[in-house]
Protein backbone atom coordinates (compact mmCIF):
# COMPACT_ATOMS: atom_id res chain seq x y z
CA UNK A 1 0.00 0.00 0.00
CA UNK A 2 1.40 3.75 -0.92
CA UNK A 3 2.64 5.64 2.10
CA UNK A 4 3.97 8.95 2.68
CA UNK A 5 7.65 8.89 3.59
CA UNK A 6 9.83 11.88 5.64
CA UNK A 7 13.14 12.33 6.32
CA UNK A 8 15.23 12.72 8.06
CA UNK A 9 13.02 10.65 11.17
CA UNK A 10 15.28 12.66 13.91
CA UNK A 11 16.63 16.31 13.59
CA UNK A 12 18.58 17.87 16.23
CA UNK A 13 20.06 21.52 15.37
CA UNK A 14 21.05 24.73 17.10
CA UNK A 15 18.42 27.91 17.73
CA UNK A 16 19.02 30.26 14.36
CA UNK A 17 20.16 27.82 12.63
CA UNK A 18 18.22 26.45 9.14
CA UNK A 19 16.22 23.23 8.55
CA UNK A 20 14.75 21.31 5.86
CA UNK A 21 12.15 18.65 6.06
CA UNK A 22 11.62 16.35 3.84
CA UNK A 23 8.62 14.48 2.52
CA UNK A 24 7.77 11.74 -0.59
CA UNK A 25 4.07 12.10 -0.47
CA UNK A 26 1.59 9.69 -2.01
CA UNK A 27 2.79 9.35 -5.94
CA UNK A 28 -1.07 10.30 -7.57
CA UNK A 29 -1.92 12.68 -4.89
CA UNK A 30 -1.97 16.25 -5.89
CA UNK A 31 -3.04 18.23 -2.16
CA UNK A 32 0.02 18.07 0.18
CA UNK A 33 0.08 19.15 3.95
CA UNK A 34 2.18 19.80 6.78
CA UNK A 35 1.07 19.64 10.37
CA UNK A 36 3.43 19.78 13.68
CA UNK A 37 2.37 18.37 17.15
CA UNK A 38 4.53 19.91 20.30
CA UNK A 39 5.22 17.11 22.73
CA UNK A 40 2.01 16.39 24.64
CA UNK A 41 -0.40 18.81 22.82
CA UNK A 42 -2.89 18.43 19.96
CA UNK A 43 -1.71 18.20 16.31
CA UNK A 44 -1.76 21.60 15.03
CA UNK A 45 -2.47 22.47 10.50
CA UNK A 46 0.36 24.49 9.24
CA UNK A 47 0.02 24.75 5.39
CA UNK A 48 -1.76 23.47 2.67
CA UNK A 49 -0.26 23.01 -1.34
CA UNK A 50 -2.17 22.54 -4.24
CA UNK A 51 -0.67 23.55 -7.64
CA UNK A 52 2.27 24.85 -6.58
CA UNK A 53 1.28 27.01 -4.60
CA UNK A 54 -0.14 27.74 -0.67
CA UNK A 55 -3.81 26.90 -1.04
CA UNK A 56 -4.35 27.57 2.86
CA UNK A 57 -2.40 28.46 6.25
CA UNK A 58 -2.17 29.11 9.82
CA UNK A 59 -1.22 31.98 11.98
CA UNK A 60 1.66 30.19 12.99
CA UNK A 61 3.11 29.34 9.50
CA UNK A 62 4.97 32.66 9.76
CA UNK A 63 7.35 34.71 7.16
CA UNK A 64 10.08 32.14 8.95
CA UNK A 65 8.79 28.91 7.54
CA UNK A 66 8.10 28.27 3.86
CA UNK A 67 7.18 24.90 1.33
CA UNK A 68 8.39 24.11 -2.03
CA UNK A 69 7.89 20.91 -4.38
CA UNK A 70 11.60 20.89 -5.63
CA UNK A 71 10.78 18.18 -8.13
CA UNK A 72 7.58 16.01 -9.06
CA UNK A 73 8.22 13.80 -5.56
CA UNK A 74 9.24 15.45 -2.81
CA UNK A 75 7.62 18.31 -0.51
CA UNK A 76 10.03 20.02 1.66
CA UNK A 77 9.20 22.70 4.83
CA UNK A 78 11.89 25.16 5.65
CA UNK A 79 11.72 26.80 8.97
CA UNK A 80 14.65 29.69 8.31
CA UNK A 81 15.75 30.53 11.75
CA UNK A 82 14.87 28.58 14.03
CA UNK A 83 13.58 28.62 17.83
CA UNK A 84 13.85 26.66 20.66
CA UNK A 85 9.53 26.76 19.84
CA UNK A 86 9.91 24.75 17.04
CA UNK A 87 10.89 21.80 19.06
CA UNK A 88 7.80 19.41 18.16
CA UNK A 89 7.08 16.12 15.82
CA UNK A 90 6.18 17.54 12.21
CA UNK A 91 4.18 15.61 10.00
CA UNK A 92 3.75 15.90 6.39
CA UNK A 93 0.50 14.42 4.81
CA UNK A 94 -0.80 14.57 1.07
CA UNK A 95 -4.44 13.75 -0.66
CA UNK A 96 -7.86 15.28 -0.89
CA UNK A 97 -10.24 15.64 1.62
CA UNK A 98 -8.35 12.41 2.99
CA UNK A 99 -5.45 13.08 4.62
CA UNK A 100 -2.50 10.47 4.58
CA UNK A 101 0.31 11.18 7.42
CA UNK A 102 3.70 10.36 6.58
CA UNK A 103 5.78 9.45 10.10
CA UNK A 104 6.62 12.41 11.18
CA UNK A 105 10.45 14.09 11.88
CA UNK A 106 11.03 14.52 15.20
CA UNK A 107 12.80 18.06 15.21
CA UNK A 108 15.01 19.43 18.22
CA UNK A 109 16.35 22.83 18.62
CA UNK A 110 18.70 23.81 21.52
CA UNK B 1 -13.40 29.56 17.66
CA UNK B 2 -13.21 26.14 16.32
CA UNK B 3 -12.90 23.38 18.75
CA UNK B 4 -12.80 20.19 19.55
CA UNK B 5 -12.71 18.58 23.17
CA UNK B 6 -12.56 14.90 23.51
CA UNK B 7 -12.95 12.52 26.58
CA UNK B 8 -11.84 10.94 28.79
CA UNK B 9 -8.28 11.99 28.47
CA UNK B 10 -6.83 8.43 29.28
CA UNK B 11 -8.53 4.94 29.81
CA UNK B 12 -7.12 1.94 30.85
CA UNK B 13 -9.13 -1.30 29.84
CA UNK B 14 -8.63 -5.10 30.35
CA UNK B 15 -7.62 -6.76 26.88
CA UNK B 16 -11.27 -8.55 25.89
CA UNK B 17 -13.54 -5.44 26.70
CA UNK B 18 -15.21 -2.77 25.06
CA UNK B 19 -15.08 0.91 25.31
CA UNK B 20 -16.40 4.30 24.46
CA UNK B 21 -14.37 7.29 23.46
CA UNK B 22 -16.87 10.83 23.23
CA UNK B 23 -15.91 13.82 21.34
CA UNK B 24 -17.62 17.40 21.34
CA UNK B 25 -17.28 20.03 18.10
CA UNK B 26 -17.53 23.35 17.99
CA UNK B 27 -16.44 23.90 14.46
CA UNK B 28 -18.86 25.67 11.65
CA UNK B 29 -19.64 25.43 8.83
CA UNK B 30 -19.07 21.39 9.62
CA UNK B 31 -17.68 19.11 6.78
CA UNK B 32 -16.85 15.79 7.81
CA UNK B 33 -15.76 14.12 11.07
CA UNK B 34 -12.38 11.88 11.17
CA UNK B 35 -11.26 9.46 14.25
CA UNK B 36 -7.34 8.60 13.70
CA UNK B 37 -5.31 6.31 16.01
CA UNK B 38 -1.79 7.81 16.50
CA UNK B 39 1.17 5.16 17.98
CA UNK B 40 3.69 6.63 20.31
CA UNK B 41 5.96 8.83 18.07
CA UNK B 42 3.91 7.88 14.35
CA UNK B 43 1.29 9.72 12.19
CA UNK B 44 -2.24 9.68 12.60
CA UNK B 45 -3.93 7.01 11.00
CA UNK B 46 -7.48 7.21 9.74
CA UNK B 47 -9.84 4.72 11.39
CA UNK B 48 -13.15 6.21 9.83
CA UNK B 49 -14.78 9.68 7.79
CA UNK B 50 -18.23 10.70 8.66
CA UNK B 51 -19.71 13.33 6.34
CA UNK B 52 -23.28 15.35 8.01
CA UNK B 53 -25.67 12.98 6.83
CA UNK B 54 -24.14 9.74 8.03
CA UNK B 55 -24.39 9.07 12.02
CA UNK B 56 -22.47 5.60 11.90
CA UNK B 57 -19.76 4.03 10.50
CA UNK B 58 -17.67 0.90 11.52
CA UNK B 59 -14.25 0.01 10.50
CA UNK B 60 -13.66 -3.69 11.51
CA UNK B 61 -13.75 -3.51 15.51
CA UNK B 62 -13.71 0.42 15.58
CA UNK B 63 -17.67 2.20 15.07
CA UNK B 64 -17.94 5.78 14.73
CA UNK B 65 -21.16 7.60 15.78
CA UNK B 66 -22.00 11.06 15.11
CA UNK B 67 -24.88 13.34 16.00
CA UNK B 68 -24.68 16.54 14.02
CA UNK B 69 -27.34 18.44 15.81
CA UNK B 70 -25.71 17.96 19.25
CA UNK B 71 -22.00 17.67 17.49
CA UNK B 72 -21.50 14.47 19.54
CA UNK B 73 -19.57 12.05 18.29
CA UNK B 74 -18.61 8.75 19.66
CA UNK B 75 -15.62 5.69 18.88
CA UNK B 76 -16.75 2.15 20.13
CA UNK B 77 -13.90 -0.20 20.31
CA UNK B 78 -15.21 -3.79 20.38
CA UNK B 79 -13.76 -7.04 21.81
CA UNK B 80 -10.05 -4.51 22.57
CA UNK B 81 -7.02 -5.65 22.06
CA UNK B 82 -3.21 -5.26 23.38
CA UNK B 83 -2.60 -3.86 19.59
CA UNK B 84 -5.29 -1.04 20.35
CA UNK B 85 -2.88 0.62 22.97
CA UNK B 86 -2.42 4.22 21.29
CA UNK B 87 -3.82 7.45 21.35
CA UNK B 88 -7.16 8.38 19.49
CA UNK B 89 -8.15 11.49 18.00
CA UNK B 90 -11.04 13.33 16.75
CA UNK B 91 -10.68 15.80 14.38
CA UNK B 92 -13.11 17.50 12.13
CA UNK B 93 -12.83 19.53 9.13
CA UNK B 94 -14.97 22.43 8.70
CA UNK B 95 -16.56 23.33 4.92
CA UNK B 96 -14.29 25.01 2.61
CA UNK B 97 -11.04 24.32 3.76
CA UNK B 98 -8.60 22.35 1.97
CA UNK B 99 -6.44 20.40 5.19
CA UNK B 100 -6.97 23.04 7.84
CA UNK B 101 -8.21 19.95 10.39
CA UNK B 102 -9.56 20.78 13.96
CA UNK B 103 -7.79 18.60 16.01
CA UNK B 104 -8.64 17.23 19.48
CA UNK B 105 -6.11 16.21 22.02
CA UNK B 106 -7.47 12.66 21.78
CA UNK B 107 -7.43 10.24 24.36
CA UNK B 108 -5.02 7.87 25.67
CA UNK B 109 -6.26 4.23 25.18
CA UNK B 110 -3.77 1.68 27.31
CA UNK B 111 -4.67 -2.10 26.84
CA UNK B 112 -4.05 -4.21 29.56
CA UNK B 113 -3.42 -8.06 29.43
Known amino acids: EPEVTQTPSHQVTQMGQEVILRCVPI?????FYWYRQILGQKVEFLVSFYNNEISEKSEIFDDQFSVERPDGSNFTLKIRSTKLEDSAMYFC????????FGPGTRLLVL | KNQVEQSPQSLIILEGKNCTLQCNYTVSPFSNLRWYKQDTGRGPVSLTI?????NTKSNGRYTATLDADTKQSSLHITASQLSDSASYICVVSAWGSQGNLIFGKGTKLSVKP
Open chain 1, 27 to 31: SNHLY
Open chain 2, 50 to 54: MTFSE
Open chain 1, 93 to 100: ASGQDHEY
